[in-house]
């Protein structure tokens, strides 16, 4: 594969150093409004045309020690580690090592629901139940971590029951993504965070991002702590050591290289990627769709876009993807408050609306 084969997108004669300024000022003013006015506290990267146009920290990595953000603090993303998770499976695909359309009992044979396949795993089309709900009650003791191992034997002896049978409809499914882990090292043959690290992180030089143990979360200073209501403190429970649906740590400056690795082929190739970031069905009502690990969704601009967003013990988490201009907004934080409601107001802003012809302009040049 051509490791470095990249996507360019040639940013216009219009976009000068000065107008990207004056753009990064402007959403400097967005964040520093979101921060005042609905409590913001995270931190914030914005690109376009490949290019870091603005970066920024807001509040505290922890409330009661009043330590500072800044764009290398580490944050918990939470569903935007579904991704990772995604490009992992991925990756073994290509190397011949699974199919999406296997059944999980080729990797997991013990496992009681017939007719499930990764390729449902991936686009939340299982109807699997959710084990952050079934845990708490089949979990005997809340202070021993629970793992992916212990999901699926938990699944295999007191099969909770089903949502919907496989695949027909979208049922949005942390087990699904768990699930993913555990077919990953199976699939491997090494363990889902090793895999991670030496495929995905060690060669894109995050060196930032990893995913959760214990030691590297309790970094004071380097890692935020997650707040929920009144700015209280949330520590990590039991169900923080499943990983794949989450369990990501990461900081916005990490997150840039990953997205610019998607304009690649270093991880897998772009065929690949195009399946990945293609429509599987409606997301119930919303309109918008789901890929591989993203959603997919048509802004007013016309410009279709790639996202996902997180919520998970006092982290709040959002990356969007615009290959028509090579933008992005990544924003991590550690309040859970609502304030990421608002991305709206930022997506609005860096794509607004354009005429019906327009919209139909760009839709033509994207899918050249």
Known sequence: MEEDCELHVEAPETFTPTVATKLGKQVDSLFTQLHKRKGFNGTVLVTKYDQIIYRGAFGYADFKTKDTLSTQTVFQLASVSKQFTAVAVMMLKEQGKLS???SLQVYIPDFPYRGITIRQLLTHRSGLPNYTYFSDELWPDRKVDLSNDDVLSMMAVHKPNIYYQPDRTFSYSNTGYALLASVVEKASGQPFAEFMREHIFEPLKMH????????????????????????????????????????????????????????????????????????????NKRDESYGYGWRIKQLESGDTVVY????????????????????????????????????????????????KSEQRQVQVASAR
Do not use: C
């Open 308 to 355: 996902h967003g997180g919520l998970w013990h006092g982290f709040n988490t959002y990356f969007l993807r615009n290959p028509n201009d090579h933008s992005s907004i990544i924003v991590l934080s550690n309040l859970t408050n609502g304030s990421l409601n608002y991305m709206k107001d930022v997506r609005n802003f860096m794509y607004p609306a354009r005429p």
């Open 100 to 102: 999406y359309d296997d």
């Open 208 to 283: 930032s991002t990893y995913t959760f143990n214990h030691e590297l979360v309790a970094q004071s200073g380097k890692v935020a702590s997650g707040h929920i209501g009144g700015r209280r403190k949330r520590l990590p429970d039991y169900q923080d050591t499943v990983l794949g649906d989450k369990g990501m740590y990461s900081t916005v400056e990490d997150l840039y290289k990953w997205d610019q690795a998607l304009y690649t082929q270093k991880l897998v190739k772009r065929e690949t990627l195009e399946e990945a970031f293609s429509p599987t069905g409606k997301v």
